[in-house]
């Protein structure tokens, strides 16, 4: 069961730096530019909300699968095989759990005074120096959102890990498969123990961060 | 990135070797055992199980997923992937039996099956043993009887717990599972209703820069391995 937390933990936490940080420059586009689509694509970057992750799953293994043009790129060029691994796994779930990053950033970059945005103009800020000083300080609430979202969105997937990852220990076996597989097996001791382990971290990390952001924002 | 694949390849040398082991699912029992006295001779090789439908594993082989050694329980996906030069030659290890199974009712025969609320089964697409169990209801003609009262799991230990957690009051399962659970009651069904279930190991691709398939494969096949898997109901192949 270590095994299968410690790959969840990880997982998750590489999932949750890897889009923030995708997410600050997608939402920085979305908050303070407009151009032709931008509906269109905020309705795409939400779409993961409302598909089921059978439908990700299925469109990941057709694109990455080593008979596709895509998958043989990826595996000839990078050396990378998406399919049934960990990269896949980090791939799937950033997607999966992109519109829990993007919104509540864009939220709070929008929520950001914009007589403070002009100040810092005033005072000479170049854009970069604005989004460090002014906007970033000012939006740690949405982010810290955005991460515990990503978080523990991560630490529960299970259709779409299933779907494109197997269920191998060590790579692609989670720690929601690991509760599946023992399910199966019969074991139902070791099924409650990794249960009650990620309802424990889950709401663990939940508090922590929630407990942060109450500290941060009101201050 | 870098301090994380640093640390995974630190990780992976802690053990001299890895095998990684995709079987079906009617297998956990005897592997679990299997895969000890294994271990006993080769203290330093760590050994992983993967369990699914025969079907599953092997189009996650397809698709390129890492596993050295494919234990099916079907020989048409073991000979594709031969054909295909994604794996060696299969080599049978067991015979499979089918059984109906059932926790509370006293299972004689067939006709129990009539009188049941739901009866689980393996998904005959990708699971050998839902193919035999459905080959089985077609040839006692009770398929149209009970066909809205099938409950099918992903694969066959799915189904048997279907069973064991009373969803379902009996199950077309393996004799395996049923021995490995050891409560109960079921019916071996006689070979000659199905398609023989043939066990099949291949060494894949990737497995044939692995000395240790090899030699798990010699150690599936020999006497004390043999014990074992007829203590589960395995025939010989």
């Not at chain 1, 992750?53 to 293994?61: H, Q």
């Not at chain 2, 369990?51 to 996906?77: C, H, K, M, T, V």
Request: with cysteine.
């Amino acid at each position: 069961m270590e095994e299968a937390l410690l790959l969840s933990l990880k997982l998750a936490s590489l999932t949750t730096i890897l889009l923030i940080l995708l997410s600050l420059f997608v939402s920085y586009i979305l908050a303070y530019f407009s151009f032709p689509a931008k509906t269109f694509l905020e309705g795409f970057l939400m779409l993961p909300i409302v598909l089921p992750p059978t439908v990700l799953g299925f469109y990941m293994i057709y694109l990455l699968s080593p008979e596709s043009p895509v998958g043989r790129f990826f595996k000839e060029v990078l050396g990378i095989n998406f399919l049934f691994s960990f990269e896949g796994l980090l791939l799937a779930s950033m997607i999966y759990s992109l519109p829990f990053a993007v919104f509540p950033i864009r939220d709070a970059f929008q929520g950001v005074h914009r007589r403070h945005v002009e100040i810092a103009y005033v005072f000479g800020y170049s854009r970069l120096e604005t989004v460090l000083r002014v906007i970033l300080p000012e939006s740690i609430g949405g982010l810290l959102t955005s991460a515990s979202l990503v978080f523990a969105h991560t630490m529960g997937e299970f259709g779409v890990v299933l779907m494109v990852g197997g269920n191998i220990p060590g790579e692609t076996q989670t720690l929601s498969i690991y509760i599946y597989d023992q399910v199966q097996a019969l074991n139902y001791t070791q099924a409650h123990r990794a249960s009650l382990t990620l309802l424990s971290v889950s709401l663990l990390c939940l508090s922590v961060v929630l407990l942060l952001r109450k500290r941060w924002v009101f201050r | 990135m870098k301090l994380l694949s640093a640390l995974l390849l630190l990780l992976s040398f802690s053990f001299a070797q890895s095998l990684h082991i995709a079987a079906a699912s009617s297998l956990r029992g005897p592997l679990e055992e299997i895969g000890k006295l294994f271990s006993q001779k080769h203290p330093d090789v760590k050994l992983y199980f993967s369990y699914g439908a025969s079907g599953n594993l092997y189009r996650q082989i397809l698709g390129g997923a890492p596993y050295d050694l494919f234990l099916s329980a079907s020989e048409l996906y073991t000979n594709k992937l031969y054909e295909k030069g994604e794996a060696g030659k299969p080599v049978p290890f067991a015979r499979g039996r089918l059984v109906i199974f059932s926790r509370n009712l006293d299972v004689r025969g067939p006709e129990v099956l009539r009188g049941a609320d739901r009866i689980a089964m393996a998904n005959p697409r990708y699971a050998p043993y839902g193919v035999a169990a459905l080959e089985f209801l077609k040839k006692v003609g009770l398929y149209e009887e009970v066909r809205r009262k099938l409950l099918q799991g992903t694969n066959v230990a799915q189904a048997f717990q279907f069973v064991v957690s009373g969803g379902a009051e009996v199950g077309i399962v393996s004799l395996s599972l049923a021995v490995g659970y050891g409560k109960g009651s079921y019916w071996v069904v006689p070979e000659d209703m199905h398609s023989p279930i043939r066990h099949v190991a291949v060494i894949t691709e990737r497995g044939m820069n692995n000395k240790m398939a090899e030699s798990f494969l010699r150690f599936l096949t020999s006497p004390k391995a043999g014990e074992v898997l007829k203590r589960y109901g395995f025939g010989v192949p």
